[in-house]
């Protein structure tokens, strides 16, 4: 007997038919996040709490800390494993859900937001109940709130480019010296001009790995690595144009082998059309 997919709990669960505003629809916290975002000069991070499920923020455009992938660069299961325990665990998840604000590491996320939600004295969520302790904290602005949903700006966050000095301390970073103007930023292509007084790196707080190419005014510079995690970059004192784009080297090879692949059919049809002919 043939299984029929549309019938059965695969048709039901990966094969929805509802409506797109059922599946992503418009709230009042996505619509104050969105504004946030529109009205930002750069980018941010969000981190969902237990508020919006992982990843679901993606069709709107709204970039998350946590999340979950079929594959996760292991530098950076590691860092967020330093984010969350202190230390990088034995066995690294694909999943992930950062709840350790207090890490000194978690500045470098870049998470502007955190969301939360309130709860009673009996732990059920209620309009009347208050969000957890730890936002109580004078660096947890709250910003936004709707029934159960308080949104909070973490004012201790970090912009997502920061200056490190020569001596590549990053514990020295003073976010008030970033003069960073975006120009991309996309998720394959980052490009934005970083204005330095002094020669040192900018520090991007996004996942190093293999396959990603950097210029410096026009000119290719080696990626280095910032918390063994993050992209660290050299930079001149002045202006300078910094483009980020991932090119793997399997890029290249899979376009030589579809050439030759196009060349050899080329050939092989061109012989066929003169066998026939004759």
């Not at 038919?17 to 009042?28: D, G, Y």
């Not at 001149?236 to 692949?261: C, L, R, T, W």
Request: net charge positive; with cysteine; hydrophobic share 35%.
């Amino acid at each position: 007997q043939q299984f029929n997919i549309f019938e059965g709990d695969i048709g039901k669960k990966y094969l929805p038919f509802s409506k797109q505003e059922l599946l992503f629809p418009k709230t009042p916290v996505i619509d104050f996040l969105l504004q946030k975002k529109n009205e930002s000069i750069e980018p941010f991070r969000v981190e969902l709490g237990e508020v919006i499920p992982q990843n679901f923020l993606m069709p709107y455009g709204i970039e998350t800390t946590s999340g979950y992938d079929a594959l996760l660069p292991l530098k950076t299961g590691e860092f967020l494993s330093l984010v969350e325990t202190g230390k990088i665990d034995d066995k690294i998840s694909r999943v992930h859900l950062l709840r350790n604000y207090q890490s000194p590491y978690f500045k470098f996320t870049n998470t502007k937001y955190i969301l939360a939600k309130k709860m009673n004295s009996e732990g059920i969520y209620s309009a009347q109940g208050k969000t957890p302790d730890i936002f109580n904290q004078k660096n947890y602005k709250n910003v936004f709130e709707d029934k159960t949903v308080v949104i909070f700006e973490n004012e201790n966050y970090l912009p997502r480019v920061n200056f490190v000095n020569e001596d590549m301390d990053i514990s020295k970073i003073n976010k008030d010296k970033t003069k960073t103007e975006w120009l991309v930023n996309e998720a394959l292509k980052k490009e934005f001009i970083f204005n330095s007084d002094t020669n040192g790196y900018v520090l991007l707080s996004e996942s190093i790995y293999s396959g990603w190419r950097a210029s410096v005014n026009s000119k290719p510079v080696s990626i280095l690595s910032g918390i063994d995690a993050l992209k660290l970059i050299p930079v001149q004192a002045g202006k300078n144009v910094i483009s980020i784009e991932y090119k793997p080297d399997s890029f290249y090879y899979g376009k030589i082998i579809s050439v030759f692949s196009l060349f050899c059919w080329g050939i092989f049809l061109v012989i066929h059309l003169l066998r026939k002919r004759k």
